[in-house]
């Protein structure tokens, strides 16, 4: 069975999964929409309080917010998520086809359904002439006959915003208990009637309400009619996680069921999050667009987190082993040359006009260095940690005649420091170590220098990080050929040079640029 991976995976296609797809598409996250086409405001043929979409179809929100998305390369799904399982890179979702998707994270907004009082015909008239939301639907019911059915806690002070948009406004008992003494007070000195009896249907003609009809058989005319009904989160999805919902109050009533989520949408279950109607039963479209847009920031952020503890984790593994002897055995065995095969243009400077003498050359690598100092008439001793290395180096020194010249030296001089005093020059190219081994070391190559002989330190300066070069980023490993001074004693040492030089180099999109290297050069007195 097919899986496709994705950094998100949102469950629900309406404006809060869309919104939260937005955000994180721009964020460049991958983001697949799962959605089975069952909208809460199908039955609306409009929308309202949405700027730049007011009283247009939801649908038609939703086709250009699918086209948005998918310019930023979001992927679609139609299908039910019936169920899903965490594994061990996120989350696995299972769709009714039986097919399976994969995320890093979830974003839920699979909404909520609306359970209407059992009154015959009221179904079918849901998200027409019967409303819920005044703030939604009141401006193209105003002045109407509107009967508020008492089915909420929050009936009464629905009747009151309604009474805010018509003079007509009837407060229907539907045979529950009347209001409060206050309550109805304040009903008559609006002018909204009371009417006690239990409605069996509603009475339609021509498309439209014409009224209620009551267990007496009586009709009362109303126009339009609003209900609370109970709202219940869709939340099968994430129950299949051990997110459960909980009831949803205001004022002290019992509205329906939601899930609980911290003010950025994160659940009780790390990776899981939700936005919209299944967790802010209240959320009206722009309400649930703007809170998925800041949970998909946050799940974005999430990410992030959890993407910079990898790398810290990475970056310190690859801190403790890339200067092992396996490790460089693997990269010169992984190709058949690691270097130019020319010798470092620092040390054809500096050591051009040297009298030949006795030479150690640390980190020999594939021998450039050797066998250009060898062919200068210099006895090189060539040391390095890796035997692919030292086995090349042996075969150019071979080619170029001068093998007798180079003594080959598997050997790592972090733990065997060179003799002391036994050098009339010592280089060091590129050798970039963490700090502490980088000063153990660099102290051990001065006290091989000889009295009179030189110490020849060159590295990338840290200034070429910032420039296209490519250099591996570790900036505790670069240094500044200053730094390298400091630590030698004046008394022994007279620096010649500790600068920072400027050369020409190609980037690796072939680009001509400036890099620097950090060059110390220093005689020993």
């Known amino acids: 069975m097919q899986q496709d991976a994705y950094d998100v995976v949102v469950i629900g296609g309406g404006a809060a999964g869309l ?299 690859r801190t403790a082993t890339m200067f092992s002897a396996e490790a460089w055995e693997e990269r010169y065995r992984g190709r058949d040359a690691v270097w130019s095969g020319r010798p470092n243009p620092q040390l054809v400077t500096e050591a051009a006009d040297l009298t030949p003498g006795r030479a150690l050359d640390v980190g020999s690598g594939e021998g450039a260095d050797a066998v250009w100092l060898a062919t200068r008439g210099w006895q090189v001793d060539a040391v390095d940690i890796s035997t692919v290395a030292l086995g090349r180096a042996a075969g150019h020194a071979a080619s170029a005649g001068v093998a007798d010249r180079i003594t080959f030296s598997h050997r790592d001089l972090r733990q065997e420091a060179p003799a002391a005093g036994s050098y009339d020059l010592v280089s060091a190219q590129f050798m970039h170590l963490p700090p502490q081994e980088r000063q153990e070391l660099y102290a051990h190559l001065a006290d091989a220098v000889a009295p009179g002989g030189t110490l020849l330190i060159v590295g990338h300066h840290p200034s070429d990080l910032a420039t296209t070069a490519g250099r591996m980023h570790f900036p505790d490993m670069l240094f500044t050929a200053e730094e390298i001074a400091a630590t030698l004693d004046p008394r022994v040492w007279e620096v010649a040079a500790a600068e920072a030089r400027p050369r020409q180099a190609t980037d690796p999109q072939g680009r001509e640029i400036t890099v620097h290297d950090a060059v110390l050069v220093a005689r020993r007195r």
């Open 19 to 317: 919104s939260g797809a937005m955000v994180l598409a721009r964020s460049r996250r991958s983001v697949l929409v799962v959605d089975s086409g069952q909208p809460r405001n199908a039955p609306a043929a409009h929308m309202h309080n949405v700027l730049g979409f007011d009283g247009k179809p939801p649908a038609e929100l939703i086709a250009a917010g699918r086209d948005e998305l998918t310019a930023y390369g979001v992927a679609f799904r139609s299908g039910l998520a019936v169920g899903a399982t965490r594994n061990e890179n996120g989350f696995t979702v299972t769709l009714g086809d039986g097919s399976e998707v994969t995320g890093r994270r979830l974003l839920v907004t699979t909404g909520l359904v609306d359970e209407l009082p059992e009154i015959d015909g009221l179904a079918e008239r849901w998200g027409r002439d019967v409303a819920h939301c005044p703030y939604c639907h009141g401006w193209e019911l105003r002045d109407q006959r509107i009967g508020m059915i008492v089915s909420s806690p929050m009936a009464f002070h629905s009747t009151q915003m309604w009474r805010q948009l018509s003079p007509h406004v009837l407060y229907l008992l539907n045979g529950g208990s009347g209001p409060s003494a206050e309550q109805a007070e304040e009903l008559a000195a609006r002018g909204i009637p009371v009417v006690a009896e239990r409605i069996v249907s509603v009475e339609v003609d021509d498309d439209r309400i014409t009224g209620v009809r009551l267990e007496t058989g009586a009709v009362v005319a109303v126009d339009a009619l609003a209900v609370g009904p109970r709202f219940v989160a869709r939340s099968a999805v994430l129950e299949s996680l051990g997110v459960k919902p909980v009831d949803f109050e205001m004022a002290g009533a019992v509205l329906g069921s939601h899930i609980p989520a911290d003010p950025n949408g994160a659940t009780s279950v790390p990776g899981v999050w939700v936005a919209g109607n299944v967790t802010n039963l209240g959320a009206t479209v722009s309400v649930a667009a703007a809170g998925a847009q800041m949970t998909g920031a946050m799940i974005n952020m999430d990410l992030i987190a959890e993407e910079t503890r990898e790398a810290v984790a990475g970056y310190r593994h």
